[in-house]
């Protein structure tokens, strides 16, 4: 799990600061954002793991973020944790679960502690999502229903369109010849090798946030990351 992104959204330098370098220092991405604007603006890009979340923001209640979070399809599956600057009182926590957080933290931060419950929610949110389900920042494809969604919009491919995406995602960070995508999503492996080149050029047209991850390794095929 380590290297995944991890967003901190603290208004207090202080607290944010220390969090972000804890997370850090363990082999984390940390995106840092002092207000629930960013925070929400950033999303629209890509979408984190999970989000340390404070609960006496500056603008907005950060339960209030947490509702929304949840509420939305793109958002909903993060791990998000929450905690409020010298504590928190009892009837705080508990209206923090309620909003939806998965763990309310106790402060001063305790580093180790910290590192095991992320590790031990992001676990249990990878066990939860569907083997015929795999997503990536907000590109989600259901290969049962054969739906492929972006921010919760559903995109029109065509099927081998669907088929040579799902391959690529099924086998993220490897790099597939057109030789082995076309022997696998055909199914006919003597075919000109130019009839990859535009579905993927198709694929990176309808599903923008995968352009720039959709890698294309000279002379040899296509690496998505």
Not at 120 to 131: F, G, N, V
Request: aromatic share 6%.
């Amino acid at each position: 799990m380590k290297g995944a992104v991890v967003a901190v959204l603290d208004s207090t330098p202080s607290s944010r600061d220390l969090l972000a370098g804890l997370l850090a220092s363990r082999g984390w991405k940390v995106q840092v954002y002092q207000t629930a604007g960013r925070f929400f603006d950033a999303l629209l890009e890509s979408v984190p793991r999970a989000a340390f979340i404070s609960t006496t923001l500056r603008g907005m209640d950060g339960r209030e973020v947490i509702r929304v979070l949840r509420s939305n399809p793109e958002t909903r599956g993060m791990a998000l944790l929450a905690y409020a600057d010298g504590g928190g009182r009892r009837d705080e926590v508990i209206s923090g679960f309620e909003a939806g957080a998965d763990e309310y933290l106790e402060t001063p931060f305790d580093a180790e502690l910290i590192a095991a419950r992320l590790e031990s929610l992001l676990r249990t949110r990878l066990a939860a999502i569907p083997a015929d389900v795999m997503e990536l920042g907000t590109v989600r494809m259901d290969m049962d229903s054969r739906v492929c969604t972006v921010s919760g919009k559903a995109v029109k491919l065509t099927r081998l369109e669907f088929d040579l995406l799902g391959h690529l995602m099924r086998h993220r960070g490897r790099v597939l010849t057109r030789g082995a995508l076309l022997s696998t999503v055909w199914g006919a492996a003597g075919s000109g090798t130019r009839t990859v080149d535009k579905h993927v050029e198709a694929v990176r047209r309808k599903v923008p946030p995968l352009s720039k991850s959709l890698e294309t390794v000279v002379n040899v095929g296509y690496l998505l990351r």
